[in-house]
């Protein structure tokens, strides 16, 4: 539960397009009555804090402004956005190598301020900075938890009620797990709408494994053609923190896609990565292992094995400079 229960406060670190977003996000949803923004373009966090008070009067109270770290000694949960997006023709490693550095210079100051609540962790690649999040922080694993695999299990419900004819998508229940990138996969062995596996309402339509091998492939690339047509994606993983948001600081016990870590579930140990979770004021109060299949608990693994890897050589790097 989260510490006081009345007035709820959430810091918000980078405030580039995501985390703007989530801030506006945040704002029309009357989360949390305290919100403050920290980046290091002071200007940015101070006119985005004028402009979304203006909102306020329209929306719901909230005491919104620009902040420093110290802000955080009395927050319920610490959102991180900030990172350095991926440039054409780098790396994944290089990625992970630069906002490593970030993020290292970010936590220190989060702890030392006497944070004591939950991390959100956003900033890409969400499942290793989720876990260097922990391991810089000190924090017990279920108060740090990453957006994960929100945004794609997002994507896989809206693909799948425009071939299913199901035109709400929050009728799907289906989601995408394992690292949120490249190796990510749908699990589609328990995906239900209305209790019907989608496997067989997909039958019905004449729809082919293939079918939905290409549904599940254009989900796990929409990011790529959303950033060839407008440059980044931020609407969708910032509605997606703020439901994140939403069941912490509510304390929900809602069931949510995150990135969370592993402590034997799947066969895994050691590595944070995307799995449906019920989440709550404390962050994770439990993973929640999906019975997949013998196909998928392979996919699991060979996530895992490429997400460890990159963390690996990612934290190794770090400490060579």
């Known amino acids: 539960m989260s510490k006081t229960q009345n007035h709820q406060k959430v810091v918000l670190v980078g ?19 305290e919100f403050v923004i920290v980046d290091i373009v002071k200007d940015r966090t101070q006119g985005d804090a004028l402009d979304l008070e203006d909102a306020t009067p329209l929306s719901f109270p909230k005491k919104i402004y620009s902040g420093e770290y110290s802000d955080c000694k ?56 989720t876990y260097a999040t922990w391991k810089f922080s000190g924090f017990p694993k279920n108060r740090v938890l990453g957006s994960g695999t929100s945004l794609d299990t997002s994507r896989l419900k809206v693909a799948l009620s425009k071939a299913l004819d199901v035109n709400d998508p929050r009728s799907i229940h289906a989601y995408i797990m394992g690292e949120h990138g490249d190796s990510e996969f749908a699990a589609f062995s328990t995906a239900t709408v209305g209790n019907v596996p989608v496997t067989v309402l997909a ?11 290409k549904l599940e492939d ?49 066969g895994l140990q050691d590595v944070y990565i995307g799995t449906p979770a019920i989440v709550n004021g404390n962050g994770i109060a439990k993973v929640l292992e999906v019975p997949l299949n013998t196909e998928e608990n392979q996919k699991m693994a060979a996530s895992a094995k490429t997400l460890k890897q990159v963390l690996t050589d990612g934290l190794n790097n770090l400490k060579k400079n």
């Open 203 to 213: 039958k019905e339509k004449g729809l082919t494994k293939e079918d939905l091998a």
């Open 218 to 266: 254009d989900v796990r690339n929409k990011a790529y053609e959303i950033i060839n047509k407008k440059g980044a994606t931020f609407y969708g993983v910032a509605t997606a923190l703020a439901r994140l948001s939403k069941a912490i600081l509510r304390d929900e016990n809602a069931v949510l896609p995150v990135s969370a870590f592993m402590d034997g579930q799947y």
């Open 15 to 33: 405030d580039g397009a995501v985390g703007s977003t989530y801030a506006y996000a945040m704002a029309l949803q009357g989360v949390a009555e």
């Open 74 to 129: 009395d927050a319920d949960l610490v959102v991180i956005t900030a990172g350095a997006p991926q440039k054409p023709g780098e790396t994944r490693l290089d990625l992970v190598n630069k906002n490593l550095r970030i993020l290292s210079s970010i936590v220190k100051p989060v702890v030392d301020s006497g944070f004591d609540g939950v991390f959100l962790v956003a900033a890409n690649p969400v499942d290793i900075l």
